[in-house]
């Protein structure tokens, strides 16, 4: 059924919330699903379409043309909504149409056109049916008069890296409005974007989030290879939008210490902890009472700090759900230990009969197979000559999609018969010539093996080598660390690009658009293996921390200039191989001064987008270890860092004993220009907590220092401390003229970190003296800086301040919804109020107690919370535009383009 030129028409539906129906009515869900069949049957005949597939509750359909497909898809939404559905209630089905090319096979239909139709209905709500750009341009002017199209505008869907434009089908009678869509864009997670697609599993899919609706805790088991986390992945990607409160995937491959499984859940959902809270209280405080998510994956090898931090999270906070991957079970209460089957092979030739690509095809290891072995090897198809060997490929490899897609790379070289008799030859030396059955693993590792031995000596070194790094690699890191002993630096590339090809090695793209290689886990692993008994780990290890401490010190002058948010996304990209080399330095007296060095310059970098966490300890670890007492300019410059970063997280004690030890060593080291910059930092800790005079006297001296040495960066630190006295002090005018003067020689430094907090202080200025409008300039563009720079923790602080903002400008509704939006952003970072912004905060709420009713209030308090920080932030900044117009409209009118 074609529109013409290969283009098929496709309808695809669900019901909403089906899986929690079934648990709760099995007996009426029965009933109402067999009706609601015959209602999409029916329509489906009644417009001339076939119903070539279902699974569960979901439906797909394929038309002629894309007029009757809508008109199919209205009719059913009418009938469905006029059905009396007793017990259940409403069922609220969703719907999505879409036109491109697809392959028929034995009356399935493969190709992306499915996977782009599919992501689109997973974005749609109960009720609504949404509809392409090409669906639009096939059926504009063709549709009924009772229908009509609304624009939904370009939105990201899961897994697709290409935006798709998306248009609402309106019905008459039938509601219009829905929520938003769940795409990327407003659904929090931090799930991966898949290189590749994904291929069947579809009962497989079924029936995790059965049991994920049935029960909390669902553990996916097998062995490597056998791709659970794909399928976690995927079936999450599929209830993104059962979670308001996100889903997060918390990844365990390349962690060894059971003590960093907290750290690296933190770090997933975005938790910044607070002083005086271990990390598990933080986490804790931070999940419950969210409708959540959390995918822990690969936990195998950290079992048992896994069983418990789940089984924590699990009893003592009832709206969280745990999708796990592990080789073997949790062993907790409450627990649905799944095993992941192979991907469905052909039988024996006895079993089938005669091998035709027809028969072959529908068998899903087959398909991926086949779809691998034409992104290797483009043209490659399943034919009548080579179905047989494909079929035998598959059933010798069990199925295991990770040995599939390592047999499928060798089609570049070697056609489908060929790779079934290595095959053979391969296990036949395994099993002594008898039958050929092994462990799923072996398997696997077989493959592995075979992958490996095929290749070149220089292949092999670069293989084993590229173990060291953790998280991928750049070129420029594997030229640097890789090339020499046996490996020239001109063949990486080609070395690269041949592993690639093998499937042993995977390419991708960055946030900073660098192209990097990297790795699955059980390869990593088995490469690390080799890498182990080559006896190189060492002398590999060490030029691992030779870069990355080059790339440090590189980096971080440039972060204090206008290369910053590049250079933030760069040490992002490589912040595990940055932790694993300050771990590797931290293991050698010899070797510390290295990581010390390291950690000193990441300063910058850890204040703006890292863990603050991860820096304490990663400090903690260092200072501690032995040879780190040596009195060295990499041990003063790394315990300043220690009390900048202490600082930031609000650990005044932290703070005041590194920076005094820091002081004391910059003295002993003649460094008395850095020694003053500490003082004059630690007087910024001191300065609520008692001596104002001492306090001041050091920022003067910053001041004189400055003019003295000609240093305008000390200069502007003592005049930025004066004016945070004078705040304190009440002068509020004098605050904000010393702020100013310090602000003017930041920006002529180019660095607008630092910038960003002098403005921050010229907005509190500003309100205090009730000068709004410069207040809104201030606030408007310290976000800007936080939004390029990836910062997300300063921004629930300025919405408060955009409030006050809002207060002076005689707009309480709209501060209130400010207000609640800066509650829900911190809950959702797990910030927690230090004294100072705790009474700042509460000055606030009282202030809008007096000038709003309490019914308005609390609608404008939820309206609030429902809205994302940024999106918070540009209703901030646009009711401060529509002020400059007489036209313009109200704040509520710019909240609903927010959270639209």
């Known amino acids: 059924m074609s529109v013409g030129m290969g283009i098929t028409v496709f309808l695809f ?21 067999r009706r609601h069949d015959a209602i999409l049957r029916d329509a489906t005949a009644a417009h001339g379409g076939t119903v070539f597939k279902t699974v569960g509750d979901a439906f797909c359909i394929v038309f002629g043309d894309v007029a009757a497909a809508a008109a199919a898809a209205a009719e059913s939404q009418r009938r469905l909504a006029a059905e009396r559905w007793g017990e259940t209630g409403p069922l609220r089905v969703r719907m999505a149409i879409h036109a491109g090319h697809a392959e028929r096979r034995d009356d399935d239909y493969f190709g992306t056109t499915l996977n782009r139709v599919a992501r689109m209905l997973g974005a749609a709500h109960g009720g609504q049916v949404l509809l392409s750009l090409p669906a639009r341009e096939l059926v504009e002017g063709e549709l009924p008069a009772s229908v009509s199209l609304r624009d939904l505008g370009e939105r990201h869907l899961r897994d697709l890296s290409r935006p798709e434009h998306l248009f609402q089908l309106v019905i008459d009678g039938l509601p219009a409005e829905f929520p938003p869509l769940r795409t990327v864009e407003t659904i929090p997670n931090n799930l991966p974007v898949a290189l590749s697609s994904f291929v069947g599993r579809e009962r497989e899919r079924a029936e995790v989030k059965r049991l994920l609706g049935a029960g909390r805790l669902v553990t996916l ?27 997060w995937l918390v990844e365990l491959a390349t962690i060894s210490d059971p003590d960093r499984i907290l750290e690296a859940a933190a770090a997933a959902v975005g938790l910044r902890e607070e002083p005086g809270e271990t990390p598990r209280d933080a986490l804790l405080r931070f999940v419950c009472g969210r409708r959540m998510l959390l995918i822990l994956d690969n936990c195998e090898h950290l079992i048992e700090a896994c069983a418990g931090l789940v089984a924590e999270i699990l009893r003592r906070c009832s709206t969280i759900k745990v999708l796990a991957t592990s080789r073997h079970s949790l062993g907790i209460a409450g627990e649905q230990a799944w095993g992941v089957p192979p991907l469905s092979v052909p039988g024996s030739l006895r079993e089938d009969g005669a091998r035709t690509p027809e028969s072959v095809g529908r068998f899903e290891a087959v398909r991926l197979f086949v779809e691998r072995a034409a992104a290797a090897k483009p043209g490659f198809a399943l034919t009548q000559q080579n179905a047989g060997a494909v079929a035998r490929i598959c059933r010798r490899l069990d199925g295991i999609p990770l040995a599939l897609e390592l047999a ?23 099993t002594g010539g008898g039958r050929s059955v092994l462990p799923h693993q072996q398997t696997l590792r077989t493959l592995i093996d075979w992958s490996h031995d095929l290749l070149s000596l220089a292949e092999q070194t670069l293989f084993r080598r590229l173990a060291v790094f953790v998280g991928g690699r750049t070129l420029d890191a594997v030229e640097a660390v890789c090339a020499g002993e046996g490996i020239d630096r001109e063949a990486i590339v080609d070395l690269l690009q041949s592993l690639a090809d093998k499937s042993l090695l995977s390419v991708e793209t960055d946030a900073a658009d660098a192209i990097r290689y990297t790795m ?3 390869v990593w692993h088995y490469a690390g293996e080799r890498l182990e008994a080559s006896g190189e780990e060492e002398w590999i290890r060490d030029r691992h921390l030779d870069y990355f401490l080059r790339l440090t010190e590189e980096a971080a002058p440039r972060l204090l200039g206008p290369e910053t948010p590049l250079w933030l996304d760069r040490i992002d990209a490589d912040r595990y191989n940055m932790r694993r080399a300050m771990e590797w330095a931290a293991a050698a007296p010899d070797r510390v001064q290295q990581g010390l060095r390291m950690a000193g310059g990441l300063m910058r970098y850890f204040e703006i987008r890292g863990s603050l966490e991860e820096a304490r300890d990663v400090f903690a670890l260092l200072l501690a270890a ?23 997280r609000e650990d005044s004690a932290g703070a005041m004993a590194r920076y005094r030890a820091a002081i004391g060593l910059y003295r002993e080291l003649g460094r008395e220009r850095d020694a003053v910059m500490a003082e004059t930092l630690l007087a910024f800790v001191e300065c609520e907590l008692g001596d104002r005079e001492t306090v001041e006297a050091r920022f003067r001296r910053a001041i004189e ?27 509020f005018a004098r605050s904000r003229r010393l702020r100013e003067e310090s602000l003017a020689i930041y920006r002529a430094t180019g660095d607008e970190w630092v910038s960003g907090y002098l403005l ?59 207000l609640g939006a800066a509650e829900a952003g911190r809950e959702s970072l797990g910030l927690v109020l230090g004294d100072p912004e705790r009474r700042e905060w509460e000055a606030v709420l009282t202030r809008v107690e007096g000038q709003i009713a309490g019914d308005l209030r609390a609608k404008a308090w939820a309206l609030g919370r429902r809205t994302g920080l940024w999106e918070a932030v540009d209703a901030a900044v646009q009711a401060g535009l529509a002020m400059m117009e007489p036209s313009a409209g109200t704040v509520p009118v710019v909240f609903e383009i927010g959270t639209r």
């Open 13 to 33: 539906t669900d019901i909403e919330g089906s899986t929690r129906l079934w648990e709760r009515l099995p007996a009426a869900m029965g009933e109402a699903l």
């Open 520 to 522: 699955i886990e059980s």
């Open 760 to 818: 921050w202080g010229i907005a509190r200025a500003c309100v205090a003296g009730g000068d709004a409008p410069a207040a809104r300039a201030a606030l408007e563009e310290w976000a800007g800086i936080a939004r390029r720079f990836g910062n997300r923790w300063v921004v629930p602080y300025l919405l408060v301040h955009f409030a006050e903002v809002r207060l002076l400008e005689h707009d309480p509704e709209g501060a209130v919804r400010l």
């Open 408 to 430: 499928a790379a060798r089609v570049r070289v070697l056609a489908p018969q060929q790779i079934s008799e290595r095959l053979d030859d391969r296990f036949h030396l395994l």
């Open 705 to 731: 220092e400055g003019h003295t040495r000609r240093d305008v960066t000390l200069t502007a630190v003592g005049l930025s401390g004066l004016g945070r006295c004078a705040m304190v002090r009440g002068d």
């Open 221 to 247: 088991t097998g062995t490597g290879g056998t791709g659970k986390t794909r399928l976690a992945l995927q079936v999450a990607e599929e209830l993104l939008g059962d979670f308001s409160d996100g889903i």
């Open 626 to 648: 032995p040879g780190s007492e040596t009195r060295t300019d990499a041990l003063a410059d790394a315990l300043f860092a220690a009390g900048r970063l202490a600082w930031v």
